[in-house]
């Protein structure tokens, strides 16, 4: 089974400052770690993902993501926050393997960036 | 190269009523997942299918919802005799039939409302 906690359901930030979403995981095979973004009332946008090879993963936006083994952690950062970044933005997991392939989300973090 | 589309974006429907929402998968993905979306919620995965056959459907509930995805045509997520608790954004996501690609492209969704 897995499940993924976003630590923080509302992350406020000031424009230009860093950002830092926390997302831990729990997974009983390698996971597979994603990002998505969602904007008001839109699907859902991928950021970025890790499934295997560098652990520091690049996405758009300039977002990008760490994937720690040993703290089963994937925190999102960026280090510069600006106003287009506010959303709703998810961490999820799937199993890289035994087929399944359903993503498990977590809860979400609003983020806020104030001028 | 479209998205992912799907149809209606908005649905209205009474209590008692059928709720068909349709999806058709980015060109070239031959792998549909839906999930429902609470308010103030992550995205709970429903079904996994590929054409002409339900892989996954672990996260459906048992009774009034089925979905398929037909040879030819878009894949259907039906809710029989809706319920207000049925009331919610319904996510459709599509990858390609590659075994290691993982990640998922979301569509815009289609908001149930049961009135």
């Known amino acids: 089974a897995q499940s993924v906690t976003q630590l923080g359901s509302h992350v406020s930030v000031s424009e230009g400052a860093l950002v830092l979403l926390r997302c831990n995981y729990s997974?009983?095979?390698?996971?597979?770690l994603f990002w998505y973004v969602q904007y008001p009332n839109q699907g859902l946008q991928l950021l970025l993902k890790?499934?295997?090879?560098?652990?520091l993963v690049k996405g758009i936006n300039g977002f990008e993501a760490e994937f720690k083994k040993s703290e089963t952690s994937f925190h999102l950062t960026k280090p510069s926050a600006h106003m287009s970044d506010a959303a709703e933005y998810f961490c999820?997991?799937?199993?890289?393997?035994?087929?399944?392939?359903?993503?498990?989300f977590g809860s979400g973090t609003r983020l806020q960036v104030q001028p | 190269n479209a998205g992912v589309m799907q149809n209606p974006r908005h649905l209205v429907r009474r209590r008692g009523q059928e709720a068909r929402l349709r999806c058709s998968p980015m060109?070239?993905?031959?792998?549909v997942y839906w999930y429902r979306q609470l308010p103030e919620e992550g995205l709970k995965f429903m079904v996994y299918?590929?054409?002409?056959?339900?892989?996954?459907e672990s996260g459906m509930p048992k009774e009034r919802f089925s979905a398929e995805f037909p040879k030819e045509g878009p894949s259907i997520l039906r809710i029989q005799q809706v319920v207000r608790g049925d009331s919610a954004a319904y996510f459709c996501?599509?990858?390609?039939?590659?075994?290691?690609?993982?990640?998922?492209?979301f569509g815009p969704g289609t908001r149930l409302t049961v009135t």
């Open positions: 996501a599509s990858s390609p039939p590659i075994r290691t690609a993982h990640e998922q492209y």
């Open positions: 997974s009983s095979v390698p996971p597979y």
């Open positions: 890790y499934t295997t090879g560098a652990t």
């Open positions: 999820a997991v799937s199993e890289s393997e035994g087929g399944r392939r359903a993503l498990t």
């Open positions: 060109k070239g993905h031959s792998h």
């Open positions: 299918l590929q054409k002409e056959n339900i892989i996954d």
